[in-house]
């Protein structure tokens, strides 16, 4: 998404689920958009693992990043999180490496 759009969006990331007229989401219950949420989580999650990281949802309004050390920042929202996860880590983090992505198809099809 271009940054115009998410300046016109409003303050939720284009991600998120969002109950707004106009805007097509098939959680329009509040309880399912946070199910939703909390998918992501997880399968953010399965990724960040390989950097010795985790994220969580922190009142549904933004996410922490920590690293299994203890050090933790908040981030707003899914699109923060890869240079957040650099920043902590002190190195580049790849969700697309194609090594990583092989260690966690074998691991999800063992």
């Not at 969580?56 to 908040?74: C, H, I, N, P, Y």
Request: net charge positive; with cysteine; charged share 25%.
């Amino acid at each position: 998404m271009c940054s115009l759009c998410g300046v016109i969006g409003g303050d939720q990331h284009w991600t998120d689920a969002a109950a707004r007229p106009g805007v097509y989401t098939r959680n329009v219950e509040r309880l399912d958009r946070r199910r939703e949420r909390a998918r992501r989580v997880t399968a953010v999650n399965r990724v960040l693992a390989a950097f010795g990281m985790g994220l969580s949802d922190w009142q549904g309004s933004s996410f922490v990043l920590a690293t299994r050390t203890g050090k933790s920042e908040m981030i707003e929202d899914l699109g923060h999180l890869w240079p957040a996860a650099e920043r902590l880590a002190g190195r580049p983090c790849d969700p697309l490496d194609p090594v990583l992505i092989a260690r966690m198809e074998s691991v999800s099809n063992g």
